[in-house]
DNA sequence: CTTAGGATCGCCT
DNA sequence: GGCGATCCTAAGC
């Protein structure tokens, strides 16, 4: 049970209600501002062609990490959802940094907060995700979520990076924050 | 401000 | 051999 978060639902609404919510790896992240939501019938998808080695943790229980190579330098984090063998999954893609900003400076060679946690492959490296990270439940350590405070105004639009299924909107944001990998409109 | 190229791994055809 | 759920740096307007 992590916040009332119910990671078996589907990965749109788990996307949405991460938004707000701290994340915390052995005690250094911040607040989940940027989410992209990855489903099974969806081309853009790494489940979308089915289980393989790389993607297995995709098919695995809800509510584990789904950690992947990125373009093979960067490690990406996400949060799988629905129930196992489904391969539905949410990707962490900013923080708006609050623990550890010395440690995360560090890990990424650059002072400047905005940047430190602003897209997947940076928050990768910011909170030190590793493939052994891969398949871990998000409800103990290393992994730590916290609650929100108050309401959160989420923005919608089309994901980044991709060539297929580019017009779905399945990008959430938190509204004003500064801490995105690039802004809403 | 925008664009282009390189780094480098794993799964695919 | 090709192509990414990316990022950084350099160069051009």
Partial sequence: MNLGIDFSADSLHVAQRLIGVTLLVGGVGGRIVETEAYDRDDPASHSFAGANPRNAAMFGPPGHAYVYRSYGIHWCLNFVCREAGH?????????????GLGLMRERRGIDDVRLLCAGP???GQALAITRELNGLPLDRPPFELLPGEGAVHVLAGPRIGI??????????GLAGSRFVSRPFR
């Fill in 87 to 99: 391969g539905a999954g949410v990707l962490i893609r900013a923080l708006e940094p609050t623990a």
């Fill in 121 to 123: 492959g940076r928050v």
């Fill in 163 to 172: 060539s297929k299924a580019i017009e779905a909107p399945w990008r959430f």
